[in-house]
């Protein structure tokens, strides 16, 4: 039976980028510009504060190589990396440093371990943002540009195909992906998300190929078949700003789903971190990023 419980005890301002690496959940508080991790099976909660040289965190993803760092991080003042163990950050590159309106936002890694992120308008400039590609030698790329909003990115188990969401085209599009060259080809849209009253955001994808979007605005994570574009079914949420989700636990069974404060609703769970049970389906493991 399907179950949402709320878990750990940290209340984030705006939870975002979740992802399940060695039996943990990393995840950022964009707003209070940490970097935290959640430990289900001692319940411990780890933060680390990027005030100082990262500002506003989008998202993080986990690094094979620990040189200057074990993760890796983007924000108001681009890419970085992130040492753990010591809480120092190393400043990678800024492809945007005259845009001061502009902030990376989501990101994920491809199967083959490169890193793409996005940027945000946060004055919602139409198609003043970019999706960016950062390979593992260190060099950024351009993946697509025209972006307003970049949010939820994910790849298919065979690595073939990108799902992509800028949030105010209210759709999901696919691209053919490259794991040679690492580029994106043949931009199709493949579900509409009009529906719901609400922003598609953060987005991840069961083993059995369907993708699962969270609606900032919406209460709800909702699960799409991409081939059909038809919504399979609905998770409602005790919260209206339902941020980003990832699968995770021993079996990739358990949808976590990262959350934000509303600027005029209060609500008991707002902030927090919820776990979704019972949904009879497993996720696909995350990636690190290769370099």
Not at 87 to 116: L, M, V
Not at 141 to 150: I, K
Not at 217 to 240: F, I, Q, T
Not at 277 to 282: A, C, D, I, R, Y
């Amino acid at each position: 039976m399907e179950s949402v419980n709320a878990v750990g005890n940290y209340r984030a301002q705006w939870g975002e980028g979740p992802i399940w690496w060695n039996d943990r959940l990393l995840y950022v508080d964009i707003e209070k510009h940490l970097v935290l991790e959640y430990d289900p099976e001692s319940g411990e909660e780890k933060s680390w504060n990027v005030s100082d040289t990262v500002g506003r965190i989008g998202t993080v993803v986990p690094r094979i190589k620990t040189d200057g760092g074990d993760l890796l991080v983007a924000g108001d003042t681009g890419l970085h990396f992130l040492d753990r163990s010591t809480g120092k950050t190393t400043a990678i590159t800024d492809p945007e440093p005259d845009k001061e309106n502009n902030r990376f936002n989501d990101g994920k890694c491809s199967p083959d371990g490169r890193f793409f992120a996005g940027t945000i308008s946060l004055v919602k400039n139409q198609g003043d943002a970019t999706l960016y590609r950062l390979d593992p030698d260190l060099t950024l790329h351009t993946a697509f540009e025209g972006v307003t909003n970049s949010n939820g990115i994910i790849w298919s188990a065979d690595g073939a195909t990108c799902y992509y969401i800028d949030t105010p085209r209210l759709e999901v599009m696919a691209f053919d992906y490259s794991p040679d060259t690492g580029q994106l080809s043949k931009q199709r849209n493949v579900i509409s998300t009009s529906d719901i009253s609400a922003s598609p955001d953060g987005m991840t994808i069961d083993a059995n190929g369907n993708l699962w979007v969270a609606f900032c605005h919406g209460a709800c994570v909702a699960c799409y078949d991409p081939n059909s574009g038809k919504e399979l079914h609905r998770v409602e949420l005790p919260c209206l700003e339902t941020t980003a989700c990832a699968f995770g636990g021993n079996g990739l069974d358990e949808l976590y789903v990262t959350t934000g404060i509303h600027k005029t609703e209060t609500e008991e769970h707002a902030g927090r971190l919820l776990k979704v049970t019972g949904l009879g389906v497993q996720g696909v493991a995350a990636t690190p990023f290769a370099g």
